[in-house]
Structure formats: structure tokens, C-alpha cells
């Protein structure tokens, strides 16, 4: 089993910026495929970005637009997602996840992710 724990959300102002953690426990995360997603409240669970497992490929929703970055530290078992530039339209609880382990890709649906995190709260002010 893994278990992940979101780390990082907060308030901050248009225009700044965050960075959140996904550190994982009980099982090293370094054969697994990553994803960070977003869900606003009314609205349905949103894919943000992904990361390989062998950490050499990522992917973005196309509203991230260069403004975040995904990392992960094998090292200390945790994933990255950095956010700058963040906008009103940002809030929303963010959630790591874990895709199928030594899985070659990443994935961009929710339901491709075997464990996930509970969550943290990022509110952007206008």
C-alpha cells in the first residue's frame, strides 16, 4: 500500500505562487507514475499535470500553460508541484496520486491512479 499526504496549500494573491508536496509513505514511489488534479467546488476533478515514473517525462493540463512544474525527489519519496503565476480561477483542493507501478507512461484520468492523497486546500485572492 501507499499512502500520500498533500502538503503546501494556503492562500496566497494573484500572481503567486506555491509549491505542494506529495510525500509518500509505506512504499517507495519511485516505479510509479505521478499526477497532481484539481477539483473546485461544483465541479468535476481536473487533471493538472503528470510525471513518469522514471522522471524524464511530464505533461500539463493545457490551462497550466507554463505556470507550474512538476518534480519529484526520489531521494526523500516525495512530488513536487510547483505554481506560479497562480490566478483566481486556481482554487481548489489539489491531490497527488499514484499511477500503476513501472506503468511506461502517464496517465491524465483520474481513474488511471491506483492511490491518492486527501487533498490540500490552495485559494488564490484576487
Known amino acids: 500500500q501507499v499512502q500520500l499526504v498533500e502538503s503546501g496549500g494556503g492562500l496566497v494573491q494573484a500572481g503567486g505562487s506555491l509549491r505542494l508536496s506529495c510525500a509518500a509513505s509505506?512504499?517507495?514511489?519511485?516505479?510509479?507514475?505521478m499526477g497532481w488534479f484539481r477539483q473546485a467546488p461544483g465541479k468535476e476533478r481536473e487533471f493538472v499535470g503528470a510525471v513518469s515514473w522514471t522522471g524524464d517525462s511530464t505533461h500539463y493540463g493545457d490551462f497550466v500553460n507554463g505556470r507550474f512544474t512538476i518534480s519529484r525527489d526520489y531521494a526523500k519519496n516525495t512530488v513536487y508541484l510547483q505554481m506560479n503565476s497562480l490566478k483566481p480561477e486556481d482554487t481548489a483542493v489539489y491531490y497527488c496520486?499514484?499511477?500503476?507501478?513501472?506503468?511506461?507512461?502517464?496517465?491524465?484520468?483520474?481513474?488511471?491512479?491506483?492511490?491518492w492523497g486527501q487533498g490540500t486546500q490552495v485559494t488564490v485572492s484576487s
Open positions: 509505506g512504499r517507495t514511489v519511485s516505479t510509479y507514475p
Open positions: 496520486a499514484a499511477g500503476p507501478q513501472y506503468s511506461g507512461a502517464y496517465f491524465t484520468r483520474a481513474i488511471d491512479y491506483d492511490y
